[in-house]
């Protein structure tokens, strides 16, 4: 979607955003193949984050654009001085509601179908009956399925996921109840906001420390910056299903959590990559 930053109460920038956005464009800032497989308004918000993923170097035969449709807008209120953030679908200047998300239908599924048989890595952050399909395909070409949700939603469908999922990584603040004693095949990645994360592998159980902020401007995009730099490890090791464990995912953790503490010293939730560049970026995934 269409991240709108408004610094204590101005209007201050707007990029592309949501989770999958942020995850997919800043990996393919770090020149990994990325297709993103959507649908987007014929409009102008469409046109920018088309933009901006080309800019990045992704794929994106794969977006489908609608005359009937309006491409998904989000708020986010940051007070600079706290650091904190929250996000509306309602615009800050008018009041009116601002469009939201359309997942992808039969059609998008079915045109993307080569593709998703053959990718390394699916991530999803949200369900539909098309999107399940996508990642049921993914699973079944050898992908390692990455989801991560922030609500259940549709109890089905999310039980559907959980059996697909190589790796759920979710905010103990919104699912660490539910998810307690669901997702026993995968991987969990549970995070704890400014305390640290757990992975969760069977009976095991490895906590990270978060790593310090130098400074704290804007906590947004922390949890998706940890995701791109565990996605990033996972196509760098080349590892299959069988050889995943949550010992060895760590490293990508670590990696992922460097990344979220420099983030927080940028408004935006990719502030980072639009300060610093991708091979700063890409030192501080390296960095021991």
Same mark, same amino acid.
């Given at each position: ?6 610094q204590?109460?101005?209007f201050?920038?707007e990029?592309?955003?949501g ?20 649908r987007?308004?014929l409009?102008?918000?469409g ?10 170097g ?11 449709l309006r491409s998904?807008?989000l708020a986010?209120k940051l007070?600079t ?6 996000f509306?679908?309602?615009c800050?200047?008018t ?11 039969e ?8 593709l998703? !048989?053959?990718? /390394?890595?699916f991530? #999803? ?6 999107i399940?399909? $996508?990642?049921?395909? *993914? +699973? ?14 549709d109890?089905?469908l999310?039980?559907?996921?959980l059996a697909l999922?190589t790796?759920?990584?979710?905010s103990s603040?919104?699912?660490?109840d ?9 991987i969990k990645?549970v ?7 757990e992975v969760r592998?069977g009976?095991?159980?490895?906590w990270c ?11 947004c995009?922390s949890g ?15 590892l299959?299903?069988?050889?995943l464990?949550?010992? !060895?995912?760590? /490293?990508?953790?670590? #990696?992922?959590?460097r990344?979220?503490a420099a983030?927080? $010293?940028?408004?935006g *939730? +990719? ?18």
């Amino acid at each position: 979607m269409l991240d709108r930053l408004y610094q204590d109460g101005r209007f201050s920038d707007e990029s592309l955003g949501g989770s999958c956005g942020n995850v997919l464009v800043s990996l393919a800032m770090l020149h990994r193949a990325v297709a993103p497989v959507l649908r987007l308004g014929l409009d102008l918000e469409g046109d920018r984050l088309i933009t901006e993923f080309c800019e990045a170097g992704a794929i994106v035969s794969h977006i489908h654009r609608s005359p009937n449709l309006r491409s998904p807008v989000l708020a986010e209120k940051l007070d600079t001085a706290s650091g904190v953030h929250r996000f509306s679908f309602k615009c800050p200047e008018t009041d009116a509601d601002l469009p939201r998300y359309e997942p992808i239908g039969e059609p998008e599924l079915t045109e993307a179908l080569p593709l998703l !048989e053959e990718c /390394a890595i699916f991530y #999803a952050d949200r369900l539909s009956e098309s999107i399940l399909e $996508a990642m049921r395909t *993914a +699973r079944a070409g050898g992908a390692i399925v990455f989801f991560e949700p922030s609500e259940i939603g549709d109890s089905t469908l999310f039980e559907h996921a959980l059996a697909l999922a190589t790796i759920v990584k979710y905010s103990s603040d919104r699912l660490d109840d539910e998810l307690e004693e669901m997702a026993a095949n995968c991987i969990k990645i549970v995070t704890h906001g400014s305390s640290g994360l757990e992975v969760r592998d069977g009976s095991s159980k490895i906590w990270c420390n978060a790593i310090n902020a130098s400074e704290v401007r804007d906590t947004c995009g922390s949890g998706d910056m940890v995701s791109v730099g565990i996605i990033d490890w996972l196509l760098t090791e080349e590892l299959s299903l069988g050889e995943l464990n949550g010992q !060895e995912l760590i /490293a990508g953790v670590v #990696a992922g959590q460097r990344l979220a503490a420099a983030n927080c $010293a940028y408004a935006g *939730a +990719r502030g980072l990559f639009k300060h610093r560049g991708a091979s700063y970026i890409r030192s501080l995934l390296h960095a021991e």
